[in-house]
């Protein structure tokens, strides 16, 4: 069963950075592609990043293209997100998502973290 760890939120200001990781076990990690999810307040979620299985390749919702950075380490099963140039508009709830494919940018048979919050304000 795959289980996934997300760490590294936290309360930033406008501009700033963060790091989210995630911790996965459970599961082959180097054999499916990754992404990253994020749900704003009283809203559904979206596909933020995604990066194939062996990390060669990468996608960006247009809202963090050039802001974010999505990587992974296979050797240590982990996922990364780095964040920069933050905006208030990015303060949301962010997933780490395991998925069995992706397609047309969606998670397809996704395998969810617990979520971790970001918090960008002044």
């Known amino acids: 069963q795959a289980q996934l760890r997300e760490s590294g939120g936290g309360l930033v200001q406008p501009g700033g950075s963060l790091r989210l990781s995630c911790a996965a076990s459970g599961f082959v990690f180097s054999a499916f592609p990754m992404t990253w999810y994020r749900q704003f307040p009283g809203q559904g979620r979206e596909m933020v990043a995604g990066?194939?299985?062996?990390?060669?390749?990468?996608t960006y919702a247009d809202s963090v293209k050039g802001r974010f950075t999505i990587s992974r380490d296979n050797a240590n099963n982990t996922l990364y997100l780095q964040m920069n140039q933050l905006k208030v508009d990015d303060t949301a709830v962010y997933y780490c998502?395991?998925?069995?494919?992706?397609?047309?940018?969606?998670?397809?048979?996704?395998?969810w973290g617990q979520g971790t919050q970001v918090t960008v304000s002044s």
């Open positions: 990066v194939t299985s062996g990390g060669g390749t990468t």
């Open positions: 998502v395991a998925c069995q494919r992706i397609s047309n940018s969606n998670c397809l048979f996704p395998s």
